[in-house]
């Protein structure tokens, strides 16, 4: 079954970048069905969706994170990332990948299925 | 952007009762594009229901959702010890694409 593994460093310094990256695996991530996301977590908090990329490269974002969100594929290695830039202490995290099943055709909303298990990113100095 | 209030904060309930998160939005959430996710301590959220009523693969039909609009249900007929968790609503209906704060079932 299509399974989803997030890769990246644990650590991030203040006002650096933080770069992760989905690796999908048991299915292929250019398929017009789908697009793929990010959502984040903070410890003991909700669940805030980043943005979300199409396979041909097509994006679109949170407007809360926009100016310092860039998310890009790979199709070849059947991979997408993530970059947010200028972190502070506020993005620190527990950061998802997941499959965003489009809920119609043309459409770029859709539900999350599945997630990756998620990946913690501590923004300190 | 839509808010999703869910309530209540917490749900204290014994195995076998009946839960019912409810899942408020701010305007009206467009063709019911609304989904109900399970999160259990250290893991990833699980996709429970989409459409508002219409229930993931493999889910038990123990649970059920509804409504449409601005007000959405999620029932769980009889709850299993597996079922204490949280449980979260997302409206996919207009972006940005919006999460509720929540809902805890505990153990009572």
């Known amino acids: 079954q299509l399974q989803l593994q997030e890769s990246g460093p644990g650590l991030v310094k203040p006002s650096e970048t933080l770069s992760l990256t989905c690796t999908v695996s048991?299915?292929?991530?250019?398929?017009?069905?789908?697009?793929w996301g990010w959502i984040r977590q903070p410890p003991g908090k909700g669940l805030e969706w980043i943005g979300s990329?199409?396979?041909?490269?097509?994006?679109y974002y949170n407007p809360s994170l926009k100016s310092r969100v860039t998310i890009s594929v790979d199709t070849s290695k059947n991979q997408f990332s993530l970059k947010l830039s200028s972190v502070t202490a506020a993005d620190t995290a527990v950061y998802y990948c997941?499959?965003?099943?489009?809920?119609?055709?043309?459409?770029?909303?859709?539900?999350?299925?599945?997630w990756g298990q998620g990946t913690l990113v501590t923004v300190s100095s | 952007e839509i808010v999703l209030t869910q309530s209540p904060g917490t749900l204290s309930l014994s195995p076998g009762e009946r839960a019912t998160l409810s899942c408020r939005a701010s305007?009206?959430?467009?063709?019911?594009?609304l989904a109900w996710y399970q999160q259990k301590p250290g893991q990833a959220p699980r996709l429970l229901i989409y459409?508002?009523?219409s229930r993931a693969t493999g889910i038990p039909d123990r649970f059920s959702g509804s409504g449409s609009g601005t007000d959405f249900t999620l029932t769980i007929s009889r709850l299993e010890p597996e079922d204490f968790a949280v449980y979260y609503c997302?409206?996919?209906?207009?972006?940005?694409?919006?999460f509720g704060g929540g809902t805890k079932v505990e153990i009572k």
């Open positions: 990329i199409y396979y041909s490269g097509s994006t």
């Open positions: 997941a499959r965003l099943v489009r809920a119609s055709y043309g459409g770029n909303g859709g539900w999350f299925d599945p």
């Open positions: 997302q409206q996919y209906g207009s972006s940005p694409f919006t």
């Open positions: 048991g299915g292929s991530i250019s398929s017009s069905s789908y697009y």
């Open positions: 459409g508002a009523s």
């Open positions: 305007q009206s959430v467009s063709s019911s594009y």
